[in-house]
């Protein structure tokens, strides 16, 4: 697990790291000066000409020791200092003062064109306020050269809280960032802005925010091991069974990407309840499932009934239509189950536009509404959801008892209780029809075969983003397929 700070969360690290710890601020600073230079020194920077670009808080600090450094190995560097000196902290008075006595240049060039790397040491995770005059005006100029640009901490005007670009923002090609990365250096645009991010340990300790609710974390690779373990001793009962309530005429695909991810991830037993019209095309291409089909005139809903009473989990939605069948048998379900319910697509529609459906449930639901469904559901603008995900997400799972999956670029997963996910796998190669099926019954396979809700909607939300990697490193960005992401869970549960 991985957590993510905003400001706030990072101060109270930096000062406990100072005060209750003791190490000296100066000592910090230099540790993220030599970790810079050692990103610079990578190969993927031309140092033929440098020029470190400071401002006047503990940010432009870590420049003048960067300068400082790369002065001392023999590197052509500069330095442009455009904040007030008389409002340097004491460490970045004290760094400057050093520079100066190295008699490194101080340049007032202020067109870049000559530089081959920009080091952007102006702002750092503390701006609140939009970026106007000549700090608006270098940085656009910075954006302007041709230039490779490193950002210390985070790119200057970018939000550290949210993502968000202040005004105007250094574009970097890499950022290194100091201690935990920051929630702005991984929503968008921040995430597109800061480049490649490189984390790196300067010894500061996360005494300060540990266990404090609201936490903001995401997965990496070591968390694939909460995937729940296959037994030497079991049969196909053991694995879990999963009704697949999806598809309508003509809509046979949604049923099958949701029924095979759910098959991929390991469940015993999935039994697929949809039209007859889909008999077919499902018996056709996924022989493994079993089959319930009904009359789409007359809905057989006792039947209905048992296939929910035999489930261990259930998935609804994808691929229903919006309409009299989709209510009735949403409100069905939502009367008789036991077990934790998926409502994707379809479903999710049918909740916007009948919203007493969820009111005083005692089910446990996972919604996993895209950009678009949520905007119905909360009946606010969809501009206005993308740049508040963590807000929305969390705000709406809390009122509703739920846990919110709500679908972007980065996917943000709260149960409005229990700290906030952001997942940091997948590309933009998934933006593919079927997608969102298949994510919905990776989900359901985790909650088939026994885990709370919340672990199966974040574990299933990262091993989807995985296996879209997959996909796309095999196919390119551009051709891969919903089945192809199916494909490449395989790949991401080989090691299991």
């Not at 109270?12 to 970790?35: F, Q, W, Y």
């Not at 574009?171 to 984390?199: H, I, S």
């Not at 997400?393 to 972007?408: F, T």
């Not at 670029?409 to 906030?420: A, F, N, P, Q």
């Amino acid at each position: 697990m991985e957590y993510l700070v905003n400001s706030s969360e990072m101060k109270r690290c930096d000062s406990n790291t100072i005060h209750k710890i003791g190490v000296p601020s100066m000592v910090l600073m230099e540790r993220a000066a030599l970790s810079s230079v050692e990103e610079l020194y990578d190969g993927s920077f031309n140092l033929e000409k440098v020029i470190v670009v400071c401002g006047s808080g503990n940010n432009g600090g870590d420049g003048f020791a960067v300068a400082r450094l790369l002065y001392l190995n023999k590197i052509n560097v500069d330095i442009l200092f455009i904040g007030d000196e008389r409002s340097c902290t004491k460490e970045t008075k004290q760094q400057m003062d050093i520079v100066r006595k190295y008699g490194i240049r101080i340049s007032k060039d202020l067109s870049f064109k000559n530089y081959t790397t920009i080091v952007d040491a102006i702002f750092g995770i503390g701006i609140s306020r939009s970026i106007e005059g000549k700090y608006a005006e270098i940085i656009d100029k910075i954006n302007r050269s041709q230039a490779d640009v490193l950002s210390l901490d985070i790119p200057s005007g970018i939000s550290a809280d949210t993502g968000k670009i202040m005004g105007i923002a250094i574009k970097a090609k890499r950022t290194v960032t100091f201690g935990y990365k920051k929630v702005g250096l991984v929503l968008y645009p921040g995430a597109e802005y800061a480049g490649v991010v490189k984390v790196k340990d300067i010894g500061i300790t996360d005494i300060g925010f540990e266990n404090q609710y609201p936490f903001i974390y995401s997965y990496t690779k070591d968390d694939l091991k909460r995937i729940p373990k296959r037994q030497d001793y079991s049969n196909k009962g053991t694995y879990g069974k999963v009704l697949v309530i999806a598809g309508a005429v003509n809509m046979g695909g949604a049923a099958y990407f949701a029924a095979k991810s759910t098959y991929k991830m390991g469940v015993g037993l999935v039994k697929v309840f949809t039209p007859e019209e889909n008999r077919t095309i499902l018996q056709t291409m996924l022989p493994e499932a079993i089959l319930s089909t009904y009359d789409k005139n007359n809905i057989d809903m006792e039947s209905l009934k048992k296939a929910v009473n035999w489930a261990s989990a259930i998935v609804l939605g994808p691929g229903m239509g919006i309409g009299k069948n989709t209510k009735d048998i949403l409100s069905l379900v939502l009367s008789n189950t036991k077990v934790p319910l998926v409502i994707d697509a379809d479903g999710i529609n049918t909740i916007a536009k009948y919203p007493e459906l969820l009111e005083n449930h005692h089910k446990e639901i996972i919604l996993t509404p895209h950009l678009g469904e949520m905007a119905r559901l909360i009946k606010k603008d969809i501009r206005q959801i993308a740049n508040n995900l963590i807000d929305e997400s969390e705000r709406y799972a809390g009122k509703q008892n739920i846990v919110c999956v709500l679908k972007d670029t980065r996917t943000i997963v709260s149960d409005g209780k229990s700290g906030i996910y952001v997942n940091q796998s997948g590309n933009n190669g998934m933006a593919t029809g079927g997608a969102g099926d298949v994510l919905t019954g990776v989900i359901a396979g985790l909650l088939g075969q026994g885990m709370k809700i919340l672990d199966a909607a974040t574990l299933g939300v990262y091993i989807h983003g995985l296996a879209g990697d997959i996909a796309s490193e095999k196919l390119g960005h551009y051709s891969v397929l919903a089945d192809d992401i199916i494909d490449g869970i395989n790949e991401v549960l080989k090691a299991f």
